[in-house]
């Protein structure tokens, strides 16, 4: 080990560490060697890691935790990241189940005019007596600079199965990330998702995606623009997000049909047969103490959202041209107005509620 606190430099040549322990229930081993390891302030030059884990960690037994790093040179100060063969495996067993975490990073080449590199493929595959799981995650066309960073794809693929539940699908979209003002863009998201449950009345659905997202961390503020379809539904919203510290959200619905009869069990009407409802307790009878509401909550919701609805079917009641408007500020939360069409009349409600003061406001009227 070569050291320089004065200038914050490193260097550690010929590493060979082995270490094994036992940690309450948890037995691990690990070993790492590599020629070469230097750190400077804001820099680091690893040469041929290479890393071994296994163990029993939380009731799960690591039957392989493998990196394998030939080469890595990262310098903040001239932005050159020079990155080859990185290679991840975890193997895990806990009871019946098993999972499977592989990472591949062939190549990444970035400095402050290029970047370039090979396709980075991860996957997960998980099995069980009742489920099992694969999903993967490529990254390919890496292009641009250490400023101005573009990847052509981003692929997701999900192929997952618990009980008779099944999800398969996959996803895709470019991206490209100012680094330098921390804004990133996903502007083309696209994909496809068919979901089997017996929970589901369809018993199936298709659900296609179109997507957009913007993110500006340094601004600290998310836009996304969403349009889907799922059962009798077409939905196109657009959500923002502003102020991470302090969050204020904003979103705008757009649903042409909505039957929530569809996604309810039995009837809605009251079972003939059901017993009685038990009276109300009198002033001081026991259970006065649990008729409050907390509202609390509600102090730290900063809200701005509509919503409309073209058809809407709901306790077998039929309504058109549903509008929403809802906002939430200073422990308040106001729906204003809450109107739809329904039977050649028209509804408009007014709600509120104040957690300030824990009350709730409410007026209607019907024509």
Avoid: C, H, W
């Amino acid at each position: 080990i070569e050291a320089q606190p004065s200038v914050q430099k490193t260097a550690v040549n010929e590493l060979a560490l082995e270490v094994s322990g036992q940690i309450d229930e948890d037995v691990f081993s690990a070993s790492v060697t590599a020629p070469l390891i230097q750190i400077d302030q804001n820099a680091i030059n690893i040469k041929q890691l290479a890393a071994n884990l296994t163990g029993v960690f939380a009731g799960a037994e690591v039957t392989e935790g493998m990196i394998d790093l030939p080469r890595l040179t990262m310098n903040l100060d001239s932005q050159v990241i020079d990155m080859n063969g990185l290679s991840v495996r975890v193997a895990a067993t806990q009871s019946e189940n098993t999972v499977l975490v592989t990472l591949d990073a062939p190549s990444l080449d970035i400095t402050p005019y290029t970047a370039g590199g090979a396709a980075i493929v991860a996957a997960l595959q998980a099995r069980g007596p009742d489920m099992r799981a694969d999903a993967g995650i490529r990254l390919a066309g890496v292009e641009g600079s250490a400023r101005l960073l573009k990847i052509g794809e981003i692929a997701i693929d999900i192929d997952a199965q618990q009980g008779e539940n099944v999800i398969k699908g996959q996803m895709a979209t470019p991206l490209s990330a100012d680094l330098e003002k921390q804004r990133f863009r996903l502007p083309k998201i696209s994909g496809n998702y068919d979901v089997r449950s017996p929970a589901l009345p369809m018993d199936s659905a298709e659900i296609p995606l179109e997507a957009s997202v913007d993110a500006d961390l340094k601004g600290e503020a998310i836009n996304v623009v969403l349009k889907t379809r799922f059962d009798e539904s077409t939905i196109d919203g657009v959500f923002d997000l502003e102020n991470f510290a302090e969050p204020f959200y904003r979103f705008d619905v757009a649903i042409d049909r909505l039957n929530l009869d569809r996604y309810t069990s039995g009837d809605t009407r009251a079972d003939e047969g059901a017993p009685a409802r038990e009276p109300a307790p009198e002033d001081g009878a026991e259970g006065e103490a649990d008729s409050g509401i907390d509202l609390s909550p509600l102090k730290e919701l900063n809200l701005d959202g509509k919503l409309r609805i073209g058809e809407l079917v709901a306790s077998n009641v039929k309504l058109s041209d549903v509008r929403v408007t809802v906002k939430a500020a200073d422990g308040k939360v106001e729906v204003n107005p809450l109107r739809a069409n329904l039977y050649g009349g028209t509804v408009r409600s007014f709600v509120s509620a104040d957690a300030n003061t824990n009350q709730f406001a409410l007026r209607q009227s019907l024509a």
